[in-house]
Structure formats: C-alpha cells, structure tokens
C-alpha cells in the first residue's frame, strides 16, 4: 500500500479543508499518514518500498 505523509504546517492555513479534501479524494490504496504540529521536507506519497513517488495531490486540491 502506498502511503502519503503530509506535515500539517507544510500546508498554511489550508491543513484543515486540505485534510478533509484527502479523507474524500484519496483512493482506497493509498493510506493518510497526517503529521500534526509538524513541517519539513520529509512529506510526500511514498511507494510500498519507501522511495518518494510524484505526488499529485496538493495540486488536485489546488483544482478543485
């Protein structure tokens, strides 16, 4: 199962919309792992050996 690690404070004042955007949108295979209180660089949708995939979802939000 693929995993997406998103750092709350990475996603300024939108980490709420954002996360229940995530809860709808986010297909069945791929698990939320949402970090509270936290930013950096170590977010992103991860494959099931742990490399960092292309992530398209902070651009689908931004989209919708």
Do not use: H
Request: proline share 3%; charged share 30%; glycine share 6%.
């Amino acid at each position: 199962m693929k995993t997406l690690v998103v750092l709350d404070e990475n996603c300024g004042n939108e980490a709420a919309e954002y996360q229940e955007w995530l809860s709808k949108n986010l297909p069945d295979d791929i698990r939320l792992d949402w970090q509270e209180q936290a930013s950096g660089a170590s977010g992103g949708l991860f494959d099931e050996q742990e490399n960092e995939i292309d992530n398209p979802y902070w651009e689908m939000y931004c989209d919708s």
